[in-house]
């Protein structure tokens, strides 16, 4: 049986780094983008363990909620 999920090591996100965009530019305005490494930490864990949306954890290498489910 696997382990808590922990998010992605390095080398893990460097097999899916090429499928994103590069990140976007500073806006001037509104909140700041959130990591792609971030929000993609989010929805495995989301996938891995089955806990609902307001059940996602908070810290550094989480995206935000809104920002993942968006």
């Known amino acids: 049986m696997a382990g808590p ?4 090591s ?3 996100w460097y097999l899916f780094e090429d499928i994103f ?3 976007p530019e500073k806006r001037k305005r509104g ?3 959130s990591s792609f490494r971030y ?3 989010t929805l495995l864990y989301i ?3 089955g806990c609902r949306w307001c059940d996602v954890p908070k810290g550094e290498i ?6 993942a489910h968006r």
């Open 5 to 8: 999920f922990e998010g992605l």
């Open 10 to 12: 390095n080398l893990e």
């Open 21 to 23: 965009p590069k990140p």
């Open 31 to 33: 909140m700041p983008h």
């Open 39 to 41: 929000v993609l930490n």
């Open 47 to 49: 996938l891995i363990t």
């Open 62 to 67: 989480w995206a935000s909620k809104c920002s």
